[in-house]
Structures are given as C-alpha cells and as structure tokens.
C-alpha cells in the first residue's frame, strides 16, 4: 500500500498525459511523508465505455482512489485527498466548452487483513 | 459522486449493448431524486480474463458497484441496489444454456475526504 | 459474491499467465469451505499505465481484491488473504533483478443492500 487508481473519460485522451499524472501524484504522495517512496503503487485507466448523467456533450470526468491502511486520522485523509487533486488541478489541462470533474476519494485496506510479500 | 462500474464478463459481449445499460441504469439513478443529473459517472468493463469457479462453462457475469457519498440510510442503498438491479435484469438478454449471475452493490465514499472540483 | 480481482503490472506480462493465476486462487477459494464454487467472481486485468513510486526500474506488483459479504471474521479475513497471497506465490514466477510486489486485500460488501440474481 498505498494503492492508487486513476480513471479518466477516453474523450480526454488528446490533452491528458497519464504517465505525467501518475508522476505528480506519485511526488506528492512520498512528500507527504506517509508513505515509503516503493509501495506507491499507481495505475491510470482509460475509460472507453462510459456515461456523464444523460449525455457525454461537454463532459468529462477524472477520478482516483486512494487505497491507504486503515488508522489514518481524518486530517490525514484530507490532507491526502487534498494533494491528489490539487496534482490533478495542475494536471488536467481545462478543455474548451467542456466540464471536467476532478474527483478523488480516500478508502481505507483492512488492516488485519491486508497482506503483502516482495518476491 | 456517484460513480459507478459496471463489468460484464467477455462471454456476454455478443448479447450486451453496454452503452445501453450504462443509459437505463444512469435514467433509473437520476430518477432516483438522490443525485444530481450530471454528477453521475459510469462506465463499463468487458473482462477477457475471467474465472467463475473453476471453470466458465455455461455461466457469465455482470457486476455493478455504485459507491456514493457516506451517510445515506440503509433504506436509501436497498433502494438504490434493487434499481440497479432491476436494469441490470431489464437490460441484460438471457442467453440459451447460460446462467448469468446479476449483481449490484453499494459501497460509502468516505464523506469527509472527498475531494472534487470543475474545471 | 466473492468478487475478486487481480492486477498485475505490464512488466510482469512475459512471465504472468493470468489465466493459470485466476485457478491457482480460485481453487483455494472453493476449498476454503467458505463460499459456493459458482459464486466466485475472478478477473485478472494487465495494467499498462502504472507507476511504483517515483520510477518502475527492477519493480513490479501483482495485487489482489478479495470483496465478501460483511459478516465474516477477522481471523476468516486473515485466512483469506493468507490464502490468495500464497496463490500468488506459489504461481507469480520470480524475474532476475525485480523486486515484486505481492499483495492481498480483503473487502467487505455491504450485506444489506447487496443484491443478486440468476439470469
């Protein structure tokens, strides 16, 4: 852990640079000091079937989920959620006549559960 | 939010129209009076890589997870769940010899640390 | 239910056979006792746009999603993924010079408002 998932609208595709995105995620993450730099594990995902409410006209939508080990304060999370937008704020270049969601969310891995080996 | 996923195993590619489902299911939500119209962001999945059991013979999937902001009653997510399902059964042909497992889910974004903006 | 996912990165592609993995784990899964065979819902998906930390020199990560029903215990949780993590071992091959990343995670589906039907 950290697990992060990044999905954005295909009709994005021309402006968005996902390796970019996933790298100013990334910084920001081993900045923030929670994490060790190598469990960072980021991945970005086009998404070719989707739908914005009724219609796709004028819209588009980025979204990531922070997957964090449960115990985090809610400070904390904020303060994570905060960072990943603010990376996609800098990120998403605005589209002209189009609506761009930016949207991040923290979930918590179980704990006790959660197991992990390096191989 | 809400955002919401729908994957449908690659078995179900010749009978599903998933542009289709994602607008029954995206009018059964905005229906709802629970979201804002355009707020809601969908897509769909095909899965080539799949495994049900221990062997795919006769059988197929589609699974849909909406996750929404925390908060909403348990009444409210049974509600929501059952309209995903029923245009899940409305929008998905039966296929001869094949049993389809049809399943939705509800999953809480964590209020607190839900970051989003318009750009 | 159970609704797993696996995620592997592109690097590991030459060496993963995603189809051999999904039977190694859902063989497990089904001798577990804790579920019906058909009832386990396995898709494994190759990540192209990925990234580990602040570069993918010598890295890779194979990650897994275990979601269930509520209700079970922690020490059914820990046995779960316990499990699923020695899958994963016993059938991610090792590559020279990469340090790989395995990991497991159990989530819980809320039972209220999950719902299901066969098709």
């Known amino acids: 852990m950290p697990h992060l998932t990044l999905e954005y609208s ?5 402006t968005l640079d996902p390796p970019a995105l ?5 910084a920001e993450l081993a900045a ?3 994490f060790a730099e190598p469990d960072i594990k980021s991945r970005a995902t086009r998404l070719d079937d989707y ?5 796709n006209n004028g819209r588009g939508f980025v979204h990531v989920r922070l997957a964090i080990l449960s115990g985090r304060t809610p400070e904390v999370k904020k ?9 996609l704020q800098a990120g998403v270049p605005a589209v002209d006549g189009m609506a761009i969601q930016l949207s991040a969310e923290i979930v918590d891995l ?4 959660y197991a ?3 191989k």
């Not at 996933?22 to 990334?26: E, F, H, M, P, T």
């Not at 739908?51 to 219609?55: A, D, F, P, V």
């Not at 303060?79 to 990376?87: D, P």
């Not at 179980?110 to 559960?113: A, I, L, T």
């Open 10 to 14: 295909a009709n994005l595709s021309d």
């Open 22 to 26: 996933l790298a100013g995620i990334n």
């Open 32 to 34: 923030s000091g929670h």
């Open 51 to 55: 739908l914005i409410g009724l219609h």
């Open 79 to 87: 303060e994570l959620s905060a960072a990943v937008l603010a990376a």
């Open 110 to 113: 179980d704990r006790p559960s």
């Open 116 to 118: 992990k080996v390096v």
